[in-house]
């Protein structure tokens, strides 16, 4: 189906251009709690090596087996090139096996995700092009009022085609990120005379962050955690979760055809955590939020939505690994909480098809929220955890909720607020 391209441009990464003075003033190191940053979805770099078990779809896909590691994402001039386009969709694709219950790369493609515990993971997702960033800007600011890279302030950057499951459900990569996390808002805190640390994250990575902190005990929290500053975070899934499962992600980038990733998109754990929750905290199961002639779908309805657009395997572990996560209220993360909600921004909230055909082009009908999360999501959590703070943004979009001048003199004034 034919998405029309406002829809795209919403889409995760825009492209974003940088820099001008803050009037915020630099702290002594030793005022400063230390932050852990983790980033949303396809922010930082992963790095990919093809063992001899690959089995290329054509010999160019196969050109670096046995090379060594290069640059999976965000590698922009290799994907300017058409011809890359299914290399990088296959490379990029998971496997969820339903014998293991969890979900793996392809085989024969091994993945790492470069520089943990430094924000230069995330600085800029393709560091050969400077000038397309999501994160730098936040980053400068940070350094502007004080806070250096491997002291004060560290990274967390994961492979986003991964996320975690609930009890009894197997999640390797996802598991060894939560703990590779954990160790370093530990170190974070040991490096700066035992502070607990504040940490701060962008979009997807505000979820994944709220499920180290509901898994550790009270006491960790309390000696670790200062703050957890989540801006612009899913609680509950986002409409566009299901528009991207029928049209692709191009990850922002204007030259790449959606439809060709839209297997490997599919593929990814994470697409299931982006379906919008049927929690009555957040779109409820009565608000049909994809319409056609004879069928209306409500977030009570995916997994029946997953096999009107053929994609019925999901449906097991939508309802076995997903919606015992965010089908209810969200469990408090037992720390305080500064919620930063971006609002006013045109969002996409209902999908309506002309007539019954889901590869139809439909039309949009837009909500309130930053352009990517619906404002229903990003409020989920509104009186239901304690010690929490709202504050609401207007009129900036998703990802220049950590980009806009105006925006970044709000999450620098909350995030200094903890110190
Ligand atoms: C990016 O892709 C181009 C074109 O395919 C290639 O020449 C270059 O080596 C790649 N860069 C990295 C860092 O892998
Ligand atoms: C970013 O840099 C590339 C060359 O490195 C240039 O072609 C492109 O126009 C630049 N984009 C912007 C928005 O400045
Ligand atoms: C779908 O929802 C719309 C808007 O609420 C409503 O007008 C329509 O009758 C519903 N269609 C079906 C088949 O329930
Ligand atoms: C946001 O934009 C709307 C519509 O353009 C405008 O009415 C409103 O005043 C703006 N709000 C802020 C805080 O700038």
Same mark, same amino acid.
């Given at each position: 189906?034919?998405?029309?391209?406002?829809?795209?441009?919403?889409?995760?990464?825009?492209?974003?251009?940088?820099?001008?003075?803050?009037?915020?003033?630099?702290?002594?190191?030793?005022?400063?709690?230390?932050?852990?940053?983790?980033?949303?979805?396809?922010?930082?770099?992963?790095?990919?090596?093809?063992?001899?078990?690959?089995?290329?779809?054509?010999?160019?896909?196969?050109?670096?087996?046995?090379?060594?590691?290069?640059?999976?994402?965000?590698?922009?001039?290799?994907?300017?090139?058409?011809?890359?386009?299914?290399?990088?969709?296959?490379?990029?694709?998971?496997?969820?096996?339903?014998?293991?219950?969890?979900?793996?790369?392809?085989?024969?493609?091994?993945?790492?995700?470069?520089?943990?515990?430094?924000?230069?993971?995330?600085?800029?997702?393709?560091?050969?092009?400077?000038?397309?960033?999501?994160?730098?800007?936040?980053?400068?600011?940070?350094?502007?009022?004080?806070?250096?890279?491997?002291?004060?302030?560290?990274?967390?950057?994961?492979?986003?085609?991964?996320?975690?499951?609930?009890?009894?459900?197997?999640?390797?990569?996802?598991?060894?990120?939560?703990?590779?996390?954990?160790?370093?808002?530990?170190?974070?805190?040991?490096?700066?005379?035992?502070?607990?640390?504040?940490?701060?994250?962008?979009?997807?990575?505000?979820?994944?962050?709220?499920?180290?902190?509901?898994?550790?005990?009270?006491?960790?929290?309390?000696?670790?955690?200062?703050?957890?500053?989540?801006?612009?975070?899913?609680?509950?899934?986002?409409?566009?979760?299901?528009?991207?499962? %029928? /049209?692709?992600?191009?990850?922002?980038?204007?030259?790449? *055809?959606?439809? @060709? !990733?839209?297997?490997?998109? #599919?593929?990814? =754990?994470?697409?299931?955590?982006?379906?919008?929750?049927?929690?009555?905290?957040?779109?409820?199961?009565?608000?049909?939020?994809?319409?056609?002639?004879?069928?209306?779908?409500?977030?009570?309805?995916?997994?029946?939505?997953?096999?009107?657009?053929?994609?019925?395997?999901?449906?097991?572990?939508?309802?076995?690994?997903?919606?015992?996560?965010?089908?209810?209220?969200?469990?408090?993360?037992?720390?305080?909480?500064?919620?930063?909600?971006?609002?006013?921004?045109?969002?996409?909230?209902?999908?309506?098809?002309?007539?019954?055909?889901?590869?139809?082009?439909?039309?949009?009908?837009?909500?309130?929220?930053?352009?990517?999360?619906?404002?229903?999501?990003?409020?989920?959590?509104?009186?239901?955890?304690?010690?929490?703070?709202?504050?609401? %943004? /207007?009129?900036?979009?998703?990802?220049?909720?950590?980009? *806009?001048?105006? @925006? !970044?003199?709000?999450?620098? #004034?909350?995030? =200094?607020?903890?110190?």
């Amino acid at each position: 189906m034919a998405i029309p391209l406002p829809i795209l441009v919403q889409l995760l990464p825009l492209l974003l251009v940088a820099a001008a003075p803050c009037s915020l003033e630099a702290a002594a190191p030793h005022q400063l709690h230390p932050i852990v940053l983790v980033p949303g979805y396809a922010t930082n770099e992963l790095d990919v090596r093809l063992t001899e078990l690959y089995r290329p779809s054509s010999p160019r896909c196969g050109e670096r087996k046995g090379k060594g590691w290069f640059r999976l994402y965000l590698n922009y001039s290799a994907l300017q090139d058409p011809a890359n386009l299914p290399c990088f969709a296959e490379q990029m694709t998971s496997v969820y096996d339903t014998a293991s219950d969890d979900y793996f790369n392809v085989p024969g493609v091994e993945t790492r995700v470069p520089f943990f515990g430094s924000t230069q993971a995330f600085r800029y997702p393709d560091p050969d092009r400077k000038n397309f960033s999501y994160m730098n800007t936040l980053v400068e600011r940070l350094e502007k009022v004080g806070y250096r890279d491997g002291e004060t302030m560290f990274g967390a950057p994961y492979d986003f085609r991964y996320v975690v499951a609930p009890a009894g459900h197997p999640s390797r990569v996802g598991d060894a990120f939560l703990r590779a996390l954990k160790g370093l808002v530990e170190q974070a805190s040991r490096l700066n005379g035992g502070r607990p640390v504040t940490i701060v994250t962008h979009s997807a990575g505000g979820p994944l962050t709220h499920q180290l902190l509901i898994r550790q005990p009270p006491a960790w929290r309390q000696r670790f955690v200062r703050r957890f500053v989540p801006v612009a975070a899913p609680w509950g899934g986002i409409v566009l979760g299901m528009v991207t499962l %029928v /049209s692709g992600n191009n990850y922002g980038l204007p030259f790449v *055809d959606a439809r @060709a !990733l839209l297997a490997a998109g #599919r593929s990814q =754990q994470t697409s299931l955590w982006l379906l919008p929750s049927p929690s009555p905290a957040v779109f409820g199961t009565a608000q049909p939020l994809v319409i056609t002639k004879s069928r209306n779908y409500s977030a009570g309805d995916v997994a029946d939505y997953l096999v009107a657009i053929g994609f019925g395997e999901a449906v097991g572990p939508y309802e076995s690994r997903v919606l015992p996560l965010f089908g209810g209220y969200l469990p408090p993360p037992g720390v305080p909480v500064t919620n930063i909600v971006g609002v006013g921004v045109g969002t996409t909230e209902r999908i309506v098809y002309p007539g019954d055909d889901l590869d139809a082009t439909p039309a949009t009908v837009a909500g309130d929220g930053d352009g990517v999360v619906n404002l229903a999501s990003a409020l989920a959590v509104e009186n239901k955890w304690k010690d929490y703070r709202l504050v609401k %943004v /207007s009129n900036v979009t998703h990802n220049d909720l950590v980009a *806009d001048d105006q @925006a !970044l003199e709000i999450v620098i #004034r909350e995030i =200094q607020r903890a110190n």
